[in-house]
């Protein structure tokens, strides 16, 4: 097991720069949108591995509540903060991407907005993860990670009507994608999960550690006290 | 083209920060764990 | 279980009559909700075919300011002297604390609400184009989707430090599409040009979602500790 | 059914059968125990290894410094919160939530509404007991030496007053267990004695009191055992007040 962490680690670490050379010159350039197009392996990639992390973070906070497991609460609490992660990369790629092939920063797209409210409810959830008091935070962080996973759905189904009252201004992606296109994207989204995989997997090993320290130290603080006394 | 290297730069540059943040916290419990070894003994 | 109605109703009854000796939370909320009135009309001083483009987004989100105020009082006065624990300490079912605080808070907002429309409409010179009575479902469901989560995120927020930030925090990003749907309604009602079918029926799914999630999920919340 | 008929009862029998504290020898049955309850807050741990019985029908009062634990694990007994490890048990049951009706617990604070009046606080608590009986409110309240018929809001109360009427919330359902927390806090010295008085024939009656309290002298006849916390666990145990002190 304790081998298994670093051999992963440079497994990751070489899939990560043969997906960025892929993705920077192994793939063919695009017709209309040129070499730009190119964000566009880091930015699904990282938007499908935040969504995979938020579903986690989801599952963990239903077991959590069922079982009251706190293993389960620290994948919750882990799952949430490294899909933050990526998902704050989708929201810094998508306007770089969108400037120079649709000529603004930003517009109300679905997708967009989707991953927007999405970023603002788990860092919601994170601020009431580090504001709450200690013996309750998993209760609460896990219920409002319910809240959060229900919302998604109303929050789609609301932009996607929303949307089709008042077309967008911009060009829609469109068009399928060439076969090796999606064979770069799939190399570039399997680097990630791993790369996903192994910041989780030592932020889930720090959190664990975190937790017995905080256990130890609350058990030997007041023999310090008693040795005064 | 700037915006290309642009965009995988600040993905890297976010993925870094938050990497030595995530150190930053392991050492400060590192020196947390050792100086409770010392309590305790 | 049958004694959920019961204890709702005895929860309610009480806390009007709290609310009536003290007055805190209306005196508050009315005079901030007149500020929020008075406020908005000095920013944007539009015309009269301006204003029923925007009279939408500005009274919801006067609203949701408004109610804020309230729902972070909700909690208050059982925290003083710790009433909560008393509460908890007894065999009555949670559900019964959290639809009587909900059903409270739609009372409070709702009265606020109607003290608060004829300023804007004084204010704006409002007229609906579109069919009128739509507003009063969507004025019911929407107070309906504010309070519901309001009244669960604030259980939540007496739970942590500095809980009046947190409340709104916690509030408005779940709340997106519920706001979205009352804005988007009122203002196809108020110009006549859409209908605002979708948006009612999308109101009344998210408010059966989520008081079944709160319904579901208050108990563990309550007893947290 | 303690306190019944609280004019005559209570102090007659409390008066006679405080000369004879030992319960009926059938009710000496665990009625709550611990095993190895551990409660953490953060980097605090308040409980550090609790393991202790309490047997049906005494008087067991807890002493101990501030910070000692004692708050944490009453609360823990009445349900108010789970502890990080370890096992409780009340009545046979693990979940101290399935024992809600038997338990009651009187906290530090009163745990009162300061707008309603005596009264009007006993018919909320009441019903969620779903107990819906005007003349009960009625005859705790009298029995603890308040007047029912004060209209007078509870803010508005002396602590003595307001510690009594908290007193009697506790006791509303009859429960099996009562958990009392500093119930003489700011009680002046002839309240405290009827209060305890009150409680001597509660557990004549077969109630087990568990109670916090620093005027541990008040309670030196009534108490069965003396149980002294410090530092999160159960030090010592003791029938006399004085063994007890003089370690």
Known sequence: M??????????????????????????????????????????????WTAFLLFLTNFIAS??????????????????AEVGVLFCSVVLVTGPLWARPVWGIWWTWDMRLTLTLVLWLIYVSYLVLRRFSTSSQTAVIAAALSIFGAVDVPLVYFSIWYFRTQHPSPVIGRGGSLDARMWHVLLINWAAFLCFAFLICWSRYRLERLRRDVEETQALEALLEPRGVR | MIYLYAAYAATWTIHITYLAWVLLRYRRLRREIYELRKAVR | MSSLPTITKATLAKDL???????????????????VVVIFSFSFNP??????????????????????????????????????????????????????????NFLFVSALEALM?????????????????????????????????????????????????????????????????????TSAILTGEASAKFWIVLLAVYNLVFTTVSLLLFESVLHAE | MPIRGAKEGARSDSSELIVNPSPPACLNLPIISLSDVIKQFGRLAALR?????????????IVGDNGAGKTTLLRILAGLSQPTRGRVSIL???????????????????????ELSALENLRYFAQLYRIND???????????????????PVGEYSQGMRQRLSLARAVLHDPKILLLDEPFSNVDVGSARHMVELLAAMRNRGTTILLITHQASLLESASNEFVWMDFGKIIRRSRELELLQAL
Not at chain 3, 18 to 35: H, T
Not at chain 3, 74 to 80: D, G, K, N
Request: aromatic share 12%.
């Open chain 3, 17 to 35: 009559r709290l609310e009536w000796r003290s007055k805190d939370v209306i005196n508050a909320m009315l005079f901030f909700a007149l500020l």
């Open chain 4, 49 to 61: 290894g609790i393991t202790a019985e309490f047997l049906s029908g005494r008087l067991y009062v």
């Open chain 4, 92 to 114: 046979d049951s693990t979940d101290p939530r399935a024992v809600r009706e038997q338990v009651g617990y009187m906290a530090h604070p009163s745990l009162l509404y300061d």
């Open chain 1, 2 to 47: 304790k081998r298994a962490f670093p051999v992963f680690g440079l497994l990751t670490l070489v899939l990560l720069s043969f997906a960025l050379y892929e993705a920077l010159i192994g793939a063919p350039t695009e017709r209309t949108m040129g070499e730009v197009q190119r964000i566009f392996y880091y930015h699904v990639s990282s938007a």
């Open chain 3, 117 to 185: 429309t004829p300023l804007f409409i004084v204010f704006y010179a409002l007229r609906a184009l579109g069919p009128g009575w739509q507003l009063v479902p969507v004025g019911l469901l929407g107070t309906w989707a504010l309070v519901v989560n309001g009244t669960f995120f604030a259980a939540m927020s007496i739970r942590t430090r500095s809980r009046e930030i947190m409340l709104p925090l916690l509030l408005f990003p779940i709340t997106i599409p519920a706001l979205l749907a009352m804005v988007q309604a």
């Open chain 3, 47 to 104: 015309t009269a075919e301006e204003s029923r483009q925007i009279a939408g987004g500005l009274v919801w989100v006067a609203f949701l300011f408004a109610s804020v105020v309230a729902l972070n009082q909700t909690w208050a006065r059982e925290l003083r002297n710790q009433v909560l624990d008393a509460f908890r300490v007894s065999p009555a079912p949670a559900n019964a604390l959290f639809l009587a605080k909900a059903i409270g």
């Open chain 4, 134 to 152: 005007e003349q009960r409110c009625r005859s705790v309240i009298f029995s603890l030496k308040l007047d029912p018929d004060l209209t007078r």
């Open chain 1, 62 to 79: 239903v077991v959590y509540l069922a079982k009251k497991n706190s293993k389960a609460d620290a994948v919750a609490a882990v799952t």
